[in-house]
């Protein structure tokens, strides 16, 4: 049984400094009131063009962003090295949709399959859906009963185009890439685009890969059709499993507009679909390649347990757990340390750019209140366990 408290192991990386800085900002964090008054402060700021950098690059940015290049990212990435954890660059420039910044965005994203085509520790590269298209483009495309005007479906062709350009390069790289799970209004068009791609590049293994949200009830029928798929048209899958990100948002949605809501009824659904979906792809294994994308332990756990069962070497390329920067370094430290294959998710880019990232990490923080409470009480262990190494023996 793979224990997740081993706190020397989990902070080796972080030094004194580090870790009161991180149980400063999960106190914050832990704090609904201070979350909403900081949320609403770095919005006005930014509406009225007020500098936000000085007090957000210290503390929150520095806790989850890895820099604002991916060259500023370099160091860490090296850092993690040595703890046999991998890196994923994430450029997470959010909620801009001009088409200079999708221009801008689909370059740097080319830039980030390059780099990690050369760094044997980065091993995925990874894009959100709404960095190269607007979001009323994709959402008019997912919807069955909307004929597209001849501008509109530019812009889905042009979406289209872009995908196809960086899932060219990344097979042509030999680098695996990950498209990002937003809201589920225009996913539908999202998963038939990235299942073209499959089946273009995922002939010989998984190179492309989707995100199921597996808070939605439809996701766990949808990865068995799309298993079915694979099998049929024999490509590989390649699945990153997440909860999802969005709830709130979905239910609020599907509430105004008078549908029912997507997302399962409670948390206990969610987890037993995220677990369903893991057992389902082990069992499928020759077929499907599995990002687990979670901070919970008890499916950590079970994607371990399932692996070994299996009588699978933990660093089978086909299994890769994955934890956001800043967050769970105990699961991500422990389970790398043990020999599995661990990459967390680095998000990248000005401070600016980031802040919605941010922001939704904050509030996450803030509702998952089991989340941050076993990190601050992690924290206090670790620097307790410190404190009592340095005590001069009686
Ligand atoms: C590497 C990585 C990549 C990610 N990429 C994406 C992505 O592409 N798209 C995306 O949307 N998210 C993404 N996320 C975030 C993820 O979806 C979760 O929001 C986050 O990880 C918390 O879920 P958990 O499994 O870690 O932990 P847990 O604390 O076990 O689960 C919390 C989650 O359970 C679900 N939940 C909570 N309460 C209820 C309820 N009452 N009813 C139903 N469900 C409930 C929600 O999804 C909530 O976020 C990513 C996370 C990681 C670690």
Same mark, same amino acid.
């Given at each position: 049984?793979?224990?997740?408290?081993?706190?020397?192991?989990?902070?080796?990386?972080?030094?004194?400094?580090?870790?009161?800085?991180?149980?400063?900002?999960?106190?914050?964090?832990?704090?609904?009131?201070?979350?909403?008054?900081?949320?609403?402060?770095?919005?006005?700021?930014?509406?009225?063009?007020?500098?936000?950098?000085?007090?957000?690059?210290?503390?929150?940015?520095?806790?989850?962003?890895? %820099?604002?290049?991916?060259?500023?990212?370099?160091?860490? &990435?090296?850092?993690?090295?040595?703890?046999?954890?991998?890196?994923?660059?994430?450029?997470?420039?959010?909620?801009?949709?001009?088409?200079?910044?999708?221009?801008?965005?689909?370059?740097?994203?080319?830039?980030?399959?390059?780099?990690?085509?050369?760094?044997?520790?980065?091993?995925?590269?990874?894009?959100?859906?709404?960095?190269?298209?607007?979001?009323?483009?994709?959402?008019?495309?997912?919807?069955?009963?909307?004929?597209?005007?001849?501008?509109?479906?530019?812009?889905?062709?042009?979406?289209?185009?872009? !995908?196809?350009?960086?899932?060219?390069?990344?097979?042509?790289?030999?680098?695996?890439?990950?498209? +990002?799970?937003?809201?589920?209004? *225009?996913?539908?068009?999202?998963?038939?685009?990235?299942?073209?791609?499959?089946?273009?590049?995922?002939?010989?293994?998984?190179?492309?890969?989707?995100?199921?949200?597996?808070?939605?009830?439809?996701?766990? +029928?949808?990865?068995?059709?799309?298993?079915?798929?694979?099998?049929?048209?024999?490509?590989?899958?390649? &699945?990153?499993? &997440?909860?999802?990100? *969005?709830?709130?948002?979905?239910?609020?949605?599907?509430?105004?507009?008078?549908?029912?809501?997507?997302?399962?009824?409670?948390?206990?659904?969610?987890?037993?679909?995220? +677990?369903?979906?893991?057992?389902?792809?082990?069992?499928?294994?020759?077929?499907?390649?599995?990002?687990? %994308?979670?901070?919970?332990?008890?499916?950590?756990?079970?994607?371990?347990?399932?692996?070994?069962?299996?009588?699978?070497?933990?660093? +089978?390329?086909?299994?890769?757990?994955?934890?956001?920067?800043?967050?769970?370094?105990?699961?991500?430290?422990?389970?790398?340390?043990?020999?599995?294959? &661990?990459?967390?998710?680095?998000?990248?880019?000005?401070?600016?750019?980031?802040?919605?990232?941010?922001?939704?990490?904050?509030?996450?923080?803030?509702? !998952?209140?089991?989340?941050?409470?076993?990190?601050?009480?992690?924290?206090?262990?670790?620097?307790?366990?410190?404190?009592?190494?340095?005590?001069?023996?009686?």
């Amino acid at each position: 049984m793979i224990l997740f408290d081993d706190t020397a192991i989990a902070f080796e990386s972080k030094n004194d400094n580090d870790l009161l800085r991180a149980f400063f900002l999960f106190k914050t964090v832990a704090n609904p009131s201070l979350v909403k008054m900081s949320k609403v402060l770095v919005e006005t700021a930014q509406k009225i063009h007020f500098p936000v950098a000085w007090a957000v690059k210290p503390t929150i940015y520095r806790q989850f962003v890895g %820099g604002e290049s991916i060259e500023n990212c370099f160091k860490l &990435v090296r850092v993690l090295e040595k703890y046999h954890v991998k890196a994923i660059l994430d450029y997470s420039v959010e909620g801009m949709s001009s088409e200079s910044i999708i221009q801008h965005t689909l370059e740097e994203t080319l830039r980030t399959i390059d780099n990690a085509a050369i760094d044997a520790n980065v091993p995925f590269a990874v894009f959100k859906p709404t960095a190269l298209c607007s979001h009323e483009v994709l959402e008019k495309a997912a919807d069955p009963n909307y004929a597209l005007t001849e501008t509109e479906r530019g812009e889905a062709s042009k979406f289209k185009e872009r !995908i196809a350009v960086l899932c060219k390069r990344a097979y042509e790289k030999e680098v695996r890439l990950m498209i +990002d799970a937003e809201d589920s209004w *225009y996913q539908s068009f999202v998963d038939d685009v990235i299942t073209e791609m499959m089946m273009l590049y995922n002939k010989e293994r998984a190179i492309v890969f989707n995100t199921l949200q597996m808070y939605r009830a439809d996701r766990l +029928d949808f990865l068995k059709a799309s298993y079915e798929k694979a099998v049929a048209n024999n490509y590989y899958l390649g &699945v990153k499993f &997440v909860r999802g990100a *969005y709830m709130e948002k979905e239910r609020e949605r599907a509430f105004q507009m008078g549908y029912p809501s997507p997302i399962h009824p409670d948390k206990q659904a969610t987890d037993d679909a995220f +677990d369903a979906a893991l057992q389902f792809s082990m069992e499928h294994l020759d077929r499907i390649s599995i990002f687990c %994308g979670t901070h919970n332990e008890n499916s950590c756990r079970l994607f371990a347990t399932l692996m070994e069962k299996q009588g699978l070497s933990k660093d +089978d390329e086909r299994c890769y757990f994955s934890q956001l920067y800043g967050m769970s370094d105990n699961i991500s430290f422990n389970l790398a340390n043990k020999g599995y294959n &661990v990459a967390k998710y680095v998000p990248y880019g000005p401070v600016k750019s980031v802040l919605p990232y941010l922001i939704r990490r904050a509030e996450e923080n803030t509702s !998952i209140a089991g989340q941050t409470n076993r990190e601050l009480s992690l924290i206090k262990k670790e620097r307790q366990r410190r404190k009592n190494l340095r005590a001069p023996i009686s």
